[in-house]
């Protein structure tokens, strides 16, 4: 038989007090005014119950729904912590490296620029004394004599006496220069006839322009005749040159020396040298060992010895206009 009541254990319960009960329930179930009575007493807290129980479920409900009353206060937004930060630092980093690298091979770079122009340099002096020392050592006097004397003649008019070399041939014609005080007293008479002299060899000459300030005159010869070359650019100190003419009448002499200065008067230009020259060497080239001509013997210091001076040979072409052209 099922008992309609549904058993609680009291707060001072435990097992014991649970069996205690149920034989109460046994005695009382024989009489019927104590099951009465009992039943009475256990339906009055299933009518207590609901009040009992509807208070923790209403402070449920209140403690539940407290919360929606109150003021919402939204959260602090959280700083987000960008992903791509450490990607932008260590690009920034890397381009600092980069460029502190770039920095420091370029700096080296032109450290070792300025290292080789430094030896490229000192090359360039070593080679240019090493020029110089050879050219010093084969400067051929002998050599250079035996190429320019050929083209070098002894001029005579009237009474005096000079010398003039060839600078350019055409046409079965050469062209000679010569100083000209050389030729002014024959030109001065008005006279235009000189003559070539060079051992057994007599060619008549021509004046056919001349110079007075400057102290050139050119004569045009009906005869070729080796040419001597000209050179170009301008002397320098030092440098070695060999002097062709006819001191004193004596043809075919040359004595050499260098080239002391290259200075400037109130005639122009003009190149100082050493070689010993002597009245008759007028109008003789200056030769260097090219066998070219740098100048034109004119004149030496009174009462000193070593100065001679000449006039530089583009002063000569570009005055009288026959160099190259005949």
């Given at each position: 038989?099922?008992?309609?009541f549904?058993?609680?254990?009291p707060?001072?319960?435990?097992?014991r007090?649970q069996?205690?009960?149920?034989q109460e329930e046994?005695y009382?179930a024989?009489d019927?005014?104590?099951?009465q009575?009992?039943?009475?007493?256990?339906?009055?807290?299933q009518?207590q119950?609901?009040?009992?129980?509807s208070?923790?479920?209403?402070?449920q409900?209140q403690?539940?729904?407290q919360?929606?009353?109150l003021?919402?206060?939204p959260?602090?937004?959280?700083?987000?912590?960008s992903?791509?930060?450490?990607?932008?630092?260590?690009?920034?980093t890397?381009?600092?490296?980069?460029?502190g690298?770039?920095?420091f091979r370029?700096e080296?770079?032109i450290q070792?620029?300025?290292?080789?122009?430094?030896?490229?340099?000192s090359?360039q002096?070593?080679?240019e004394k090493?020029?110089?020392q050879?050219t010093s050592?084969?400067f051929?006097?002998?050599g250079?004599?035996?190429?320019?004397?050929?083209?070098?003649?002894?001029?005579r008019?009237?009474?005096?006496?000079?010398?003039?070399?060839?600078?350019?041939?055409?046409?079965?014609r050469?062209?000679?220069?010569?100083?000209f005080?050389?030729?002014?007293e024959t030109?001065?008479?008005?006279?235009?006839?000189?003559?070539?002299?060079?051992?057994?060899?007599?060619?008549n000459?021509?004046?056919?322009?001349?110079?007075?300030d400057?102290?050139?005159?050119?004569?045009?010869?009906n005869r070729?005749i080796k040419?001597?070359?000209?050179?170009?650019?301008?002397v320098?100190?030092?440098?070695?040159?060999?002097?062709?003419?006819?001191?004193l009448?004596?043809e075919?002499s040359?004595?050499?020396?260098v080239?002391?200065?290259?200075?400037?008067?109130e005639d122009g230009?003009t190149?100082?040298f050493?070689?010993?020259?002597n009245?008759?060497?007028?109008?003789?080239?200056?030769?260097?060992?090219?066998?070219?001509?740098v100048?034109i013997?004119t004149?030496?210091?009174?009462?000193a010895e070593?100065?001679?001076?000449?006039?530089?040979i583009?002063v000569?072409c570009?005055?009288?206009?026959?160099?190259?052209?005949?």
């Amino acid at each position: 038989m099922s008992s309609p009541f549904e058993p609680f254990t009291p707060a001072n319960g435990g097992r014991r007090a649970q069996e205690w009960n149920w034989q109460e329930e046994q005695y009382q179930a024989q009489d019927p005014w104590a099951q009465q009575q009992q039943q009475y007493q256990y339906q009055q807290p299933q009518y207590q119950q609901p009040v009992y129980d509807s208070y923790p479920q209403q402070q449920q409900y209140q403690q539940y729904q407290q919360p929606s009353q109150l003021a919402y206060t939204p959260p602090e937004p959280r700083e987000r912590r960008s992903k791509f930060k450490p990607v932008l630092f260590g690009l920034i980093t890397a381009l600092v490296l980069v460029s502190g690298w770039q920095a420091f091979r370029v700096e080296t770079i032109i450290q070792n620029n300025n290292d080789i122009a430094e030896v490229v340099s000192s090359s360039q002096d070593r080679v240019e004394k090493l020029e110089k020392q050879q050219t010093s050592a084969n400067f051929d006097s002998e050599g250079i004599a035996e190429d320019v004397l050929p083209s070098v003649f002894r001029v005579r008019a009237g009474e005096f006496t000079g010398t003039a070399f060839a600078v350019s041939e055409a046409n079965g014609r050469t062209s000679l220069f010569t100083n000209f005080h050389v030729v002014e007293e024959t030109f001065g008479d008005g006279e235009r006839q000189v003559t070539l002299e060079r051992g057994n060899t007599r060619i008549n000459a021509t004046i056919v322009k001349v110079d007075q300030d400057k102290d050139l005159a050119l004569l045009r010869a009906n005869r070729e005749i080796k040419a001597l070359g000209i050179a170009a650019g301008d002397v320098k100190s030092g440098q070695q040159v060999l002097v062709a003419g006819a001191p004193l009448g004596l043809e075919d002499s040359v004595t050499t020396g260098v080239i002391s200065a290259l200075r400037t008067t109130e005639d122009g230009p003009t190149i100082q040298f050493d070689a010993p020259i002597n009245p008759g060497n007028s109008g003789g080239p200056v030769v260097n060992s090219s066998r070219q001509v740098v100048g034109i013997a004119t004149a030496k210091a009174r009462d000193a010895e070593g100065i001679g001076l000449a006039i530089p040979i583009e002063v000569a072409c570009e005055t009288l206009g026959a160099c190259g052209n005949g």
